[in-house]
């Protein structure tokens, strides 16, 4: 199954990293990918090691892709080839640039999350999570194996049908069970006042409006259901004004383990997993993250 062509892993020597290339090792054969594991030395560190060591920045370099060939090695990843890379400049430009230079479609990269933090991403992380050219993977430091579930969220949009495709196949690589949510913002719930800091909105209910967007959602599913039988596929909706919340309360419940987003859907009146809400999403889920992008997504490094 060819879903991507080149995996960039973004190793920092960390807990987290190594959980990274070992959940990239994991999936690339399936994904009919290579991978290539990248450190981006930051330059004044590389600038004082000159000083401190009187070395050429080639040496330094060449030493710390020692470091990360060994890194690479102790990762107890079998058999599996990895590439690495070593390059000096700001982590996000690296990063990018890797993708780049190598074609790549993936970036993975670790987080941390804690038991008070359990949505805890990194500054870069984040960034790439909005501004990368390419899908980003964000893997928990706490990711063992095969997912069980998967989460993805639909808003009917292009790119949300593209993010609900690549959780299918994601799915269908663990043989997990994949629920694709909507998050139904209906009159009722728009009644709330977000915890007093907005006058309610007059509730005017609709009896036919919810079974118009269940309706929606099963046409949207019926496919995936009809290429995979064996795969246990449902449409979820939930009532809620808050996405974020609805989501992240859903994850908890089913104990599912990745969560797919689109990271630009509709705009408009309604709420959707436009860029706030996606970002919101990723900085509260606790579990692992994949960020779809659009396809043609022009890179912004700044």
């Known amino acids: 199954m060819k879903i991507y062509s080149h995996i960039i892993t973004a190793i920092d020597f960390t807990p987290s990293s190594r959980a990274a290339l070992r959940e990239s090792v994991r999936l690339a054969p399936a994904l009919g990918a290579k991978i290539t594991a990248v450190h981006i030395m930051d330059e004044f560190l590389v600038s004082e090691l000159k000083k401190a060591l009187s070395e050429d ?4 370099i060449a030493e710390w892709r020692e470091r990360l060939r060994k890194f690479v ?25 890797a993708c780049e230079r190598h074609h790549a479609d993936l970036l993975v ?13 990194g500054v870069i992380a984040a960034k790439c999570v909005r501004k990368a050219p390419v899908d980003v993977l964000l893997v928990r430091e706490d990711a063992r194996g095969a997912n069980k579930r998967i989460v993805t969220c639909t808003d009917f949009s292009e790119h949300s049908a593209r993010a609900m495709h690549r959780a299918f196949d994601f799915a269908r690589i663990d043989g997990a069970a994949l629920d694709c949510v909507h998050v139904y913002q209906s009159a009722l719930a728009l009644t709330m006042d977000a915890g007093g800091l907005g006058a309610p909105i007059p509730y005017m209910p609709d009896p036919h409006e919810a079974d118009t967007w269940r309706e929606i959602l099963a046409k949207a599913v019926e496919p995936l259901q009809k290429e995979a039988p064996s795969l246990s596929i449902t449409p979820v909706m939930i009532e809620r004004l808050n996405i974020r919340e609805a989501i992240t309360s859903h994850v908890l419940e089913t104990g ?15 709420e959707m997993l436009i860029g706030t809400t996606a970002e919101n999403i990723v900085s509260h889920a606790p579990c692992s993250i994949l960020a779809v992008k659009p396809e043609a997504m022009p890179t912004d490094i700044d």
């Open 109 to 121: 990269m670790g987080t941390k999350g804690s038991r008070d933090q359990p949505g805890r991403v």
């Open 57 to 60: 920045v080639f040496d330094i």
């Open 256 to 270: 599912a383990s990745l969560v797919v987003l689109n990271t630009r859907g509709k705009t408009g009146l309604r």
């Open 73 to 97: 090695d102790e990762s107890d990843l079998g058999t599996a080839h990895v590439d690495v890379e070593v390059t000096a400049g700001h982590p996000f430009n690296g990063l990018v640039a």
